[in-house]
């Protein structure tokens, strides 16, 4: 065996150790939200998901899938060139504006996709002078672009406003420049960022608040995300960095960032994750657009995923979620996945959570809502949660 097939054996024995291991499972998803997946004996099992982030079904719907056929037949594939060469088509300037429009912002970037989005916007806005403060359940990809950056980077703990100010208060004057990042709607526990407190710390201490909303853009705030959410209720926020992704509530793929004319004019001749990669494909983009259509108009579908979640979180006995995301935190990863495969054999797909994409000792279910889900579904479910799993291992 040689030294590189031994050292990829030893890691996996390792991991599969500790219950660590991912393995991929095919799956084929179906109408209603119901997933076909594959048995390790080949058997095909028809699931109902709950762990689907296309959370209006918009990759399921025929206007934007007709958008997308459309502009393969009319644009072809693919975009054939970097934004910055020739891969800045109509479609995909047309994109930056609808964005732009949604989010209220003056300007739109579009990327590959949401982590190459922080990929790229961080190390623009931040070098190795500054110093960057990250909460410590942000996203993988806010964590990776601090890195890319090579700032000084600091976390503050969850939500903890008065973390961050303490760290700013002595830590700020050493740097020129200082960026708050967080996600708006958090994708492993679906509580929100405290915006109004942050844009007050941010302010305070000259720092550029940044969001990660990939969990709110499609479903809160009238589709605008959970920035536009916190501002409808009356609070004082600004947040002069917003990003997102194209790829859950929107359906299909890609990410953006949205902030002024200037910053986006920056970000454009920056970001490396921008500059050196190839434009969206035209399909795509026109899906977006469609999709965006959708979200603009039907306010009906838009609110569906959390009255979803709020059923079911009623149902179980938790608090009311803010977000189309539920997670029950069992805490060790080999009881967390035998849950999972409890609700699997009654034919529901929960995924199980586990270090490190959640700290140690808080494996969890992960329970997302969509506009799919039936009412029985989510009553089966609950039922099923809150019998087999709430009560029975209780302390
Ligand atoms: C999914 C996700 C991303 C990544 O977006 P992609 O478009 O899938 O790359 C970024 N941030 C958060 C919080 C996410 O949940």
Redesign the pocket.
Known sequence: MSSLDAFAAEKLQDLEARSLRRRLVETERGADSRAVRRGADGSRRTLISFCC?DYLNLSQNPAVKQAMVQAALEFGAGAGASRLVTGTYPLVTALEERLARLKKTEAAVVFG????T?LGVIPSLAGSRDLILVDELA?A??YGGAQLAGAKVVVFRHNDVDHAADLLAGMRADHPRALLLT?G?F?MDGDLAPLEALTRVARAHDAWLMT?D??GIGVLGEGRGSTAAQIMEGRDIDVPLQMG????AVGV???YLCASQSVVDFVKTRARSFIYTTALPPPCVAACLAALDIIEDDAELRDRPLANARLFASLVGLAAPHSTIIPLVLGDPERTLAASRLLEEHGFLVSAIRPPSVPEGTARLRFTFTAAHKEEDIKRLAELVHDKIMIRDAP
């Open positions: 982030n996709s949401g982590y190459l922080n996203h990809c806010l996600d709607v994708s990660d990939a969990h992704t194209l790829s859950k793929y890609g990410g």
